[in-house]
């Protein structure tokens, strides 16, 4: 029996009842409704209470609800909102439906309590997501699209292949913590970081994001990777691996964002990143950590979508998205600028915006915990993202040169979208208790302490002051149109190409196979023609006269041995 | 285009006039003259208070500064020479290819002030 409504299934029957709603002021209704009334829900959940139905002999566990699990669901509805009334002028069923599809299947996944029910809304999350991209209706996208869908897939199917494995070693299918300890919680813990991104499983993120509509990629932006991080703050805290998984994905993506032309892939390279340091909290695993990455996926969930929000406007105004044909748009879309600056505050964590109460509390626990080298690393990319995220994406689109371009600003709904985003980057900001009132944990932390006052703005303004320093002594690496390899290229090119080369020399090989195979053959037949053929020794004609004579010859002597 | 609307600013929207206060040279400089100062009061800042911290490294005056933008420096160095390692022609996955096409334009609004 169902004791408790999944919040999954609002999304689901506002998908379903979609299509037969005219486009307008029904699908608005709709489409704002549905996160709003299962966000309250959510919100209104009592912590604790659980609902299993029997499945095919399996008890599965639709409901777990805990502060884990709520404060994910909570921003999950929030940013569907807000993704939503940014894309209220898409008059695409398909958009429509995927994205509310999607969002259920997201917070299906953070109430889940066992891993079948991960596993179904795992892969409900691929499939329905996948369309966000295909919606672009172009041939780049669609093959984009099938990159992703393979690789979310077969993180579907590592999972699942984990907990068939789990089930049959243990007997249990619950999703609990677990350790690195045998071939199944491996299994899961990769299919996880492939959600994740990974180090070097990383690449659909740059690849797909970027693809998908202008809508689209706000959405996406939200939901799949922070599941992921939920996942892993759920199956692995503590597991000291993920430290440094997550002190690698902080470190590598920002060289590739800071020479990257296309502004959303610069900003699908910075969520990477920021995805690194809600990994290494997890990895942590201290209470002060775990509590870290929940209120730092919270935050950046919202100054991601503000900052694909606003170049996704730019986008939508001007045709690009690309650093070396944009620049001078701040005094035709002023709005959008304002917005896209608190966006990049936030993410560089500056004080009074989000990304400055919650990165901290990652930091604090990596060094009270002793990994001080980490803590380094966490820093550095801490200085960086300012200078690649917070610096360039508005510099090059709304300042830098003037690129000519006119655009009038943003449509209302978005202008509105961007502003409650930016008020709430602003807001947990500056009263982050509100947030850390939601944490799974108890908290007792003041961001707003001198030291770290004084300190993050020193980091922060000569992070910009060596932007300035080298962007004016012409150091700084120009714009330029150009793809920069990583590491897809090996599924790319590098295999693409190893296994055409090895395809044509094996098709070569087994012609010569073949050939040297029938000259010999042909050899034979041509020996047994020689012996046996019309003109062969062994088929020589023979004059019937000689027959007849030999046969009178033996039939005589026949006849004489007979009488005598 | 560009040279037409500067002649006619009062097509821009009231907060974009306001904003072309940037547009002037001089100004820049002066934001830039007060990003020196002010980096110059935060790393003399150092010297005013007593820093709680968790590393000795941390207590040298000016320790997030020199580290903010030395490590900025190396990045972008660092970077530079990625991009000489990695950098294609952008139809290097072929003219079709994602990074390679243009923005379908019924997925957009092209308004611009003239209209």
Same mark, same amino acid.
């Given at each position: ?59 599965? @566990? ?113 999703? @609990? ?17 492939? &959600? ?29 990777? &922070? ?12 597991? @000291? ?108 964590? =500056? ?17 009270? @915990? ?10 550095? %990319? ?16 709304? =300042? ?16 509105? %979208? ?101 000259? &010999? ?44 | ?115």
């Amino acid at each position: 029996m169902i004791d408790v409504f999944p919040p999954a299934f609002f999304f689901f029957i506002a998908a379903a009842i979609i299509p037969f709603l005219p486009q307008g002021i029904f699908r608005t209704l709709v489409l704002l409704f549905a996160p709003l009334v299962a966000g309250l829900y959510i919100f209104d959940l009592s912590h604790g209470v659980s609902s299993q139905i029997e499945l095919a002999g399996l008890s599965l @566990e639709l409901m777990r609800v805990d502060k884990l699990s709520v404060v994910f669901g909570l921003i999950f509805c929030l940013a569907s909102f807000l993704g939503n009334l940014y894309a209220l002028h898409v008059r695409d069923s398909v958009q429509q439906i995927a994205a509310l599809a999607y969002v259920g299947s997201a917070v299906g996944a953070v109430f889940a309590g066992d891993l079948v029910t991960l596993f179904l809304y795992w892969e409900g999350a691929a499939i329905t997501s996948v369309f966000l991209i295909w919606a672009r209706r172009t041939q780049g996208a669609y093959h984009s699209g099938m990159r992703y869908l393979i690789m979310q897939i077969a993180s579907g199917v590592i999972l699942l292949g984990g907990t068939v494995l789990l089930y049959r070693e243990t007997g249990s299918i619950a999703f @609990e913590a677990m350790t690195l300890s045998s071939f199944p919680t491996w299994l899961i813990f990769i299919a996880f970081g492939i &959600k994740c991104a990974f180090p070097l499983l990383h690449n659909w993120v740059q690849d797909a994001y970027p693809a998908a509509t202008v809508t689209g990629t706000v959405i996406l932006s939200s939901f799949t990777t &922070k599941l992921a991080v939920y996942a892993l703050a759920r199956g692995f805290p503590g597991t @000291e691996i993920l430290i440094y998984i997550g002190a690698t994905m902080t470190l590598f993506p920002i060289f590739y964002a800071v020479i990257e032309n296309d502004l959303r892939r610069v900003l699908a390279y910075s969520l990477n990143n920021q995805l690194g340091f809600m990994v290494v909290g997890v990895g942590v695993g201290t209470e002060l950590a775990l509590n870290g990455t929940a209120a730092h996926a919270v935050s950046h969930i919202l100054y991601k979508s503000l900052l694909f929000m606003s170049v996704g406007a730019v986008l939508f105004r001007t045709g690009t998205a690309k650093a070396t044909q944009l620049g001078g748009l701040y005094k035709s879309m002023p709005l959008t600028m304002i917005f896209c600056v608190i966006g990049c505050a936030s993410i560089s964590a =500056f004080p009074f915006f989000s990304g400055f109460v919650t990165k901290s509390l990652i930091l604090s626990g990596a060094a009270k @915990e002793g990994y001080y080298v980490v803590w380094g690393i966490l820093l550095f %990319a801490s200085a960086c993202a300012f200078h690649y995220s917070g610096i360039k994406i508005p510099y090059f689109a709304f =300042f830098s040169h003037d690129s000519g371009l006119r655009p009038k600003e943003a449509p209302t709904h978005m202008l509105w %979208a961007m502003g409650i985003t930016a008020a709430l980057c602003i807001g947990v900001g500056v009263f982050p208790s509100v947030l850390y009132s939601l944490l799974p944990y108890e908290i007792s932390y003041n961001a707003y302490s001198t030291t770290h006052v004084i300190t993050q703005l020193q980091l922060l303004f000569f992070s910009a002051l060596a932007f300035t320093v080298l962007l004016r002594a012409g150091i700084y690496p120009p714009m330029l149109k150009a793809v920069n390899l990583d590491f897809d290229w090996t599924y790319r090119k590098l295999l693409p190409t190893i296994f055409g080369s090895s395809a044509s020399y094996v098709t070569r090989l087994w012609s010569a196979i073949t050939l040297f195979g029938m000259a &010999k053959i042909d050899r034979v037949i041509s020996g047994l023609y020689r012996s046996h053929g019309p003109e062969g020794r062994m088929a020589r004609v023979w004059p019937t006269g000689a027959m007849v004579l030999w046969i009178a010859i033996i039939l005589t002597a026949t006849m004489i041995v007979n009488f005598i | 285009m560009a040279d037409k609307m500067k002649e006619n600013p009062e097509n821009l929207p009231l907060l974009g006039r306001k904003l072309l206060w940037l547009d002037n040279k001089n100004h820049v400089r002066k934001l830039i003259f007060g990003l020196y100062v002010t980096c110059a009061l935060l790393f003399l800042a150092d010297f005013f208070y007593k820093k709680k911290t968790y590393l000795d490294l941390e207590d040298i005056p000016g320790f997030y500064a020199v580290y903010g933008f030395g490590m900025c420096v190396i990045f972008v160095l660092c970077a530079r020479a990625l991009r000489s390692i990695v950098a294609r022609d952008v139809t290097y996955y072929g003219s079709k290819d994602v990074q390679a096409e243009e923005y379908p334009e019924e997925g957009l609004s092209r308004e611009t002030l003239n209209d």
